[in-house]
């Protein structure tokens, strides 16, 4: 309890002095992550307070960190961002990493804005997405409300506030932002995860993990401050690759090859078509010849759209063993057809071989 009384007469003498060269208040909060301060540049008439002349402040370690409180407006707010921020890793326990959340309560701040640079575990994330926090695994094994007396109000298992996680979501689609939701894992650090420890990260549910925020975030909710948590994938953590195989790498290479590949598609649809006209040919009286000759062209058609318009591994894949079934319905039908029918039958199947494996394979990594 004495550790606490004497904590916030600390927070009290930092927030004093900042008040003695800052007069108004402040709703907005910001904490950049590692390699995130550009964004101090947006911030108009921006008024920079270092650290180590704020009394009690604590001081960034970091490299990459300059440690300043950066006084301004951003987008016509008054904002208050750290341009550095503290780790549990820098040898500093949580009530220190926390500090400049009390002052910022003092200061005003409503709302607070975290980030942080990852790595995503996840494989729908890829290098330089941008993912809102929707939820947290706290693997410091600590907390930095311990000891701390709370009526218990503001103390809730949803610690991002949704109706900010609503309005960012608005705002990125407004402005063409692919922006993904998922899960953030913090571990102490300083060192690197392990191969065994991103498995578990997986297995626990993380899409991300780093060595900061979540003892921010426990703070901020504490004090009744609404908070949104923004990660910058800068790395990808998956265990057993560099980088795994996605549809979308696939797609993308694909659409560059596409040029050079065009005329044998279209030579192969040619093909393919004579061969099913021909087929039908050789027993025109058939009814059964004809309805099958175009549920093939039907099932072809929507291979193409649902596995390249659509991009539908999965759909595909049901596309290709309908195709199957058909061929093997045609062969057993039609026994007896035309040479030329035959010979154009032999590259319709390596058409058709080739869409199975491709589909089989994409399907299989997704």
């Not at 001081?59 to 987008?75: A, N, P, R």
Request: proline residues 4%; charged residues 20%; positive net charge.
């Amino acid at each position: 309890m004495q550790r606490i009384l004497l904590m916030k007469n600390r927070h009290t003498v930092s927030y004093r002095h900042i008040r003695k060269i800052i007069k108004d208040d402040y709703e907005i909060g910001i904490i950049l992550g590692t390699g995130l301060g550009g964004l101090v540049k947006f911030i108009e008439k921006p008024h920079p307070v270092e650290y180590s002349e704020i009394p009690n402040f604590p001081v960034s370690t970091v490299e990459s960190h300059s440690g300043k409180l950066i006084f301004g407006k951003l987008s016509g707010k008054n904002v208050v961002a750290m341009s550095g921020r503290f780790h549990y890793y820098e040898g500093y326990d949580h009530g220190t990493v926390t500090y400049p959340i009390h002052v910022m309560k003092m200061l005003g701040v409503k709302y607070l804005i975290v980030s942080n640079a990852c790595g995503a575990v996840s494989t729908k994330l890829e290098k330089a997405d941008l993912m809102i926090m929707n939820s947290h695994i706290n693997l410091h094994f600590s907390s930095p409300l311990i000891g701390i007396k709370s009526s218990g109000k503001n103390r809730s298992k949803y610690f991002y506030d949704r109706d900010l996680i609503e309005l960012a979501t608005k705002v990125a689609l407004k402005n063409h932002i692919n922006v993904k939701k998922g899960c953030y894992a913090s571990v102490q650090g300083p060192n690197l995860e392990t191969k065994a420890e991103y498995r578990l990260m997986q297995r626990l549910g993380a899409d991300t993990v780093g060595m900061s925020t979540i003892p921010e975030v426990l703070v901020a909710k504490e004090l009744g401050i609404r908070t949104l948590g923004l990660s910058i994938i800068t790395d990808l953590g998956f265990p057993d690759t560099l980088r795994v195989a996605e549809l979308k790498h696939i797609l993308e290479s694909a659409s560059q090859a596409e040029p050079k590949i065009g005329p044998v598609w279209t030579a192969l649809y040619i093909m393919m078509g004579i061969s099913l006209f021909l087929i039908w040919e050789s027993d025109k009286d058939n009814k059964k010849a004809q309805v099958l000759f175009y549920i093939q062209l039907v099932l072809n058609a929507a291979w193409t759209l649902i596995f390249f318009g659509l991009r539908s591994p999965f759909w595909g894949f049901i596309e290709i063993i309908a195709l199957w079934i058909m061929i093997i319905v045609c062969i057993i039908e039609f026994r007896k057809i035309s040479k030329a029918a035959a010979y154009l039958l032999v590259p319709y199947l390596l058409w058709v071989s080739f869409a199975s494996v491709l589909t089989f394979s994409i399907w299989k990594m997704n």
